[in-house]
């Protein structure tokens, strides 16, 4: 018995074209089937692509190994430890904070003693009340506008004259 085999090869335009006809007998015809099979299941070692997280630790890493950096380099090595700094609750918190005690009276500052009002929260109610997934200023606004007892009280009261009005 004999079987004709096909072999198929994809073009760049994703069409398929016969690459090659052979006429085999059986035997040839299971080993070919029992290559296919094996080769199906074999879990081949894939380059995966590396999220920025992992490119900016690999970039530490990488810099902070060297012994002598050009200024380029350190250049570099300073913004991914920021970007990585900058990522955490204790630097949103610590910005914040900063903030708020600073003398200066720069666009941030003013905006945070707005929002906090007369006292700074904890770090530890801080860190129970934020509720964004990634850490970022914006957010930390966000937490002292919900810590702040006054935003509180106006939320409630707009709560309740919404129910009302319902009513």
Same mark, same amino acid.
Not at 54 to 68: D, G, H, S
């Given at each position: 018995?004999?079987?004709?085999?096909?072999?198929?090869?994809?073009?760049?335009?994703?069409?398929?074209?016969?690459?090659?006809? @052979?006429?085999?007998? $059986?035997?040839?015809?299971?080993?070919?089937?029992? =290559?296919?099979? &094996? #080769? +199906?299941?074999?879990? %081949? !070692?894939?380059? @995966?692509?590396?999220? $920025?997280?992992?490119?900016?630790?690999?970039?530490? =890493?990488?810099? &902070? #190994? +060297?012994?002598?950096? %050009? !200024?380029?380099?350190?250049?570099?090595? $300073?913004?991914?430890?920021?970007?990585?700094?900058? =990522?955490?609750?204790?630097?949103?918190?610590?910005?914040?904070?900063?903030?708020?005690?600073?003398?200066?009276?720069?666009?941030?500052?003013?905006?945070?003693?707005?929002?906090?009002?007369?006292?700074?929260?904890?770090?530890?109610?801080?860190?129970?009340?934020?509720?964004?997934?990634?850490?970022?200023?914006?957010?930390?606004?966000?937490?002292?506008?919900?810590?702040?007892?006054?935003?509180?009280?106006?939320?409630?009261?707009?709560?309740?004259?919404?129910?009302?009005?319902?009513?």
């Amino acid at each position: 018995m004999y079987f004709l085999h096909l072999r198929f090869c994809q073009t760049k335009e994703k069409k398929m074209h016969i690459a090659g006809i @052979q006429i085999i007998n $059986a035997q040839e015809s299971a080993q070919i089937l029992l =290559k296919m099979a &094996t #080769a +199906k299941n074999k879990t %081949t !070692a894939t380059a @995966q692509k590396l999220t $920025a997280t992992q490119r900016t630790a690999r970039t530490i =890493k990488v810099l &902070t #190994a +060297k012994e002598e950096r %050009t !200024a380029h380099e350190s250049v570099l090595l $300073a913004n991914a430890q920021y970007k990585t700094e900058a =990522k955490t609750l204790g630097f949103v918190y610590g910005t914040l904070k900063r903030e708020y005690f600073s003398e200066e009276r720069t666009p941030l500052a003013i905006a945070v003693r707005e929002v906090v009002g007369n006292s700074f929260p904890t770090r530890a109610a801080f860190k129970k009340e934020y509720k964004a997934q990634s850490f970022h200023v914006w957010g930390g606004l966000q937490t002292l506008k919900r810590l702040n007892p006054v935003n509180k009280v106006k939320a409630r009261i707009a709560r309740q004259n919404k129910a009302e009005a319902k009513k």
